[in-house]
């Protein structure tokens, strides 16, 4: 990175895993710097919220104490100096308003930058936490520094391209013994738990596991002669209010005063808006605190290596976890291993279902690339279709007489057969349960990206209308949202179906009749499946279900999007030039792409007859769209995969679905396809050519899927049929482009 710098490289990444200690390796790097180099000065911005600045320079001034360091205070009153640092919270000079810093003190610090270039001071900005505020280049403060290179620092960096890379691997930092060796999920959580929510103290399970576990890796301190004060950190839901009448935190204070754990023998410290006890000094290895309650205020930059356990309390079963703040419990205490497992492990305690949604992405994912359209390519035009009236709901009557009639269909339930439809649903995975059904993890991984490989941990939670409220109103609407329902008309159809309101809602067609209380579990327990059948009930194709609606399609000019936002798939380290892409720089490392997308892709490379291909996007007005109509006669926009143009000049409009196992097997899991094919179809019947370029191209298209038996891909560009074995439908792709 020094050579970077002196070669006045103009951006530099410093990519690195939460809890590597980026911070110490960037106050390594300065130090190591102005030994080489004179008349520079380091500028470190941190970005967001709490003190990260004020933790980066304590940190600069613990491992090199030689060093100076500055504050804007500071700089305000000197000036800047060479060889230092000055430690900037990078909203306290920006936002306007923000009594941190005046309007004319904010005029002072210009006129200190302006006479330190003067005096040949050449500036290097460091930029923290980068991916928080991938804007700041577009922001006044760079043009007032003139920096001679920027450096930018974070475990999910943004827009790399174009800049220089430095990257450290997770297994590197966790060899180095910088972070903890494996993240251990509900250790001793045992099947089959049972909670209380009516209880205040329905956390006591989760807390006497992380009490036991914490005495455990005290007890193993004790045998090395090692003062280090392990410290528990219990997250607590966003919404549970920080004031200390809250009941939660009312609970959680009584409880822990059971252990012998209080503010006032200063084992418990707070860290929530307005509530700061005994948190000052607690990142110390020897602080007293044993255990922090806090919200969201350590996610990003705050380094307590003693932190080593986290208890996460639900707001809801699928909130999901942040990988920052996991961070938070991974550092080792000593930047070092000690060859003990227990003393080498962090450890999560959490009843929260949507656990692994948040953890098992790779801590190196999200990075976005930005590619512009090849010059080229710019005159292409197609008339994209589209309905402004889609996102309009539609009628909620209609939709129980369609799902009661699908229910019929599917799982071969009848109107007001309650016993025999509970054994049929039971079946198929229905679960019919007075409790609400909780799904965690256990077990093991070393980087985030195994944690997906844990164990599922399944236990109950005694339902409470009240308590359970918000999660059965959020599964309501999701149920809703699948079919273009209001929340309103959704929980109308739910209870249509599941109570008996024959009196009421003239509706004789309903499965059961469960009580209010029961249809709270029964709603939160199936939700995942009951979106899933309602959404199939709408798009299945049984014509005596179809409900007539007047279409209303328009049509209006589409151009090739000229920028393009590329997901890079960390994992794939075999990266392939993609050269007929319409986009400089598209690569085979692209993330978020199906299997039948992967293997179209590489055709499109490899194959001759394609002079360039464009994969669209979704869900946006500046992508290509078709109308197609579902079961109900509900409009949707459908928005085909891949644009591609072959050396006779002829224009395909492509989709890609799942294929064919070797026994015959359907992979393919869109339910409407038929719909969306046949609104190609149509489209392509009245959309026979376009023109751009002086020139008239022909207009084609087909739906192409992976044939396992064949290992072919198989186009259809003629009549839908789900079995690729139809020779008659599905074509061989090299021999039909």
């Not at 255990?291 to 290596?305: E, H, N, S």
Request: a neutral charge; charged letters at 25%.
């Amino acid at each position: 990175m020094i050579t970077f710098a002196e070669q006045s490289e103009k951006d530099i990444i410093l990519q690195s895993p939460t809890g590597s200690g980026k911070t110490v390796i960037l106050a390594h790097f300065m130090d190591e710097f102005i030994a080489r180099n004179a008349k520079y000065a380091f500028v470190w911005l941190s970005i967001g919220k709490g003190d990260l600045a004020e933790q980066s320079r304590d940190k600069m001034a613990k491992y090199f104490p030689m060093f100076r360091t500055n504050t804007v205070n500071d700089i305000l009153t000197g000036g800047f100096e060479e060889n230092s640092a000055t430690f900037i919270n990078w909203e306290k000079i920006t936002k306007k308003g923000n009594i941190a810093i005046s309007d004319s003190e904010r005029d002072n610090l210009q006129d200190k930058i302006e006479k330190a270039l003067l005096s040949g001071i050449k500036f290097i900005l460091i930029i923290d936490e980068q991916h928080l505020n991938d804007t700041f280049k577009a922001t006044e403060i760079k043009r007032l520094f003139n920096p001679v290179c920027e450096i930018y620092a974070s475990a999910t960096p943004k827009n790399v391209k174009d800049k220089r890379l430095i990257k450290i691997e997770e297994s590197e930092v966790i060899g180095a013994g910088l972070i903890k060796k494996q993240i251990i999920v509900n250790k001793d959580l045992q099947q089959g738990f049972v909670i209380d929510e009516r209880n205040a103290n329905s956390f006591d399970i989760l807390l006497n596991l992380a009490i036991t576990k914490r005495q455990g890796i005290v007890n193993e301190f004790a045998k090395l002669n090692t003062r280090i004060n392990p410290l528990i950190c219990v997250q607590i839901p966003n919404n549970s209010s920080g004031d200390p009448s809250s009941a939660l935190i009312q609970n959680l204070e009584k409880f822990l005063a059971t252990k012998n754990i209080t503010v006032d023998n200063g084992l418990l410290a707070f860290w929530l808006n307005g509530r700061y006890d005994n948190k000052d000094g607690i990142e110390d290895n020897f602080a007293s605190p044993i255990v922090l309650i806090f919200k969201q205020a350590i996610a990003t930059g705050w380094d307590c290596p003693r932190a080593c356990i986290l208890v996460k309390l639900r707001e809801n079963m699928d909130e999901v976890f942040e990988v920052q703040t996991i961070g938070r419990i991974r550092r080792m205490p000593e930047a070092k291993h000690y060859n003990n497992d227990i003393l080498d492990d962090c450890y999560i305690y959490t009843f929260d279902k949507g656990f692994i949604a948040g953890l098992s992405k790779d801590i190196y994912g999200g990075e976005i690339r930005k590619l512009f359209l090849k010059t080229i390519h710019k005159p292409i035009t197609l008339k994209k279709q589209y309905n402004p009236d889609i996102q309009n709901p539609i009628d909620g009557a209609k939709v129980r007489e369609v799902v009661a009639d699908y229910f019929n269909s599917a799982y071969n339930t009848k109107p007001k057969d309650y016993t025999g439809n509970k054994a049929k649903l039971e079946a198929s995975g229905y679960i019919f349960d007075a409790n609400i059904h909780i799904n965690t993890a256990s077990g093991s991984a070393t980087v985030f990206s195994e944690l997906k490989d844990t164990n599922t941990l399944s236990g109950s939670a005694i339902l409470s209308t009240h308590i359970h409220g918000r999660a059965f109103h959020k599964a309501v609407g999701e149920v809703g949202s699948a079919v273009s329902l209001k929340y309103e008309d959704a929980i109308t159809v739910i209870r249509a179906l599941f109570i008996d309101l024959s009196a009421k809602a003239k509706f004789k067609k309903n499965l059961f009749n469960f009580d209010n209380k029961f249809l709270y579990a029964f709603i939160i327990n199936n939700f995942d499946k009951l979106k899933t059948d309602f959404r199939n009930a709408m798009n299945g194709p049984n014509p005596a279900q179809q409900i007539i609606m007047q279409p209303k399609v328009n049509e209006s000019l589409w151009l090739l999007p000229r920028e393009y936002d590329f997901p890079i798939d960390g994992t794939n380290k075999r990266i392939t030039p993609y050269a007929k892409n319409v986009y400089e720089g598209y690569t085979s490392n692209v993330a978020k792409r199906s299997e039948p997308e992967k293997k179209f892709e590489k055709w499109c490379e490899d194959n001759k007859n394609i002079v360039w291909w464009y994969k669209n996007g979704e869900h946006n007005q500046e992508y290509f769209s078709i109308v197609y109509s579902i079961n109900s006669g509900k409009q949707k926009h459908f928005y085909p995969d891949y644009i591609v143009i072959d050396i006779t000049g002829k224009i395909w409009i492509i989709e890609t679905k799942g294929g064919q196992t070797s026994s015959g097997v359907s992979q393919n899991i869109d339910p409407v396809s038929s719909q969306k094919f046949s609104a190609l179809m149509e489209y392509l019947k009245t959309h026979s050519k376009t023109t751009f370029g002086n020139k008239i191209y022909l207009l084609a298209g087909g739906f192409v899927r992976f044939d396992c038996n064949s290992q072919e891909l198989l186009i259809n560009t003629t009549i839908w049929d789900e079995d690729l074995s139809n020779l008659i439908v599905w074509k061989e792709l090299d021999k039909k482009i």
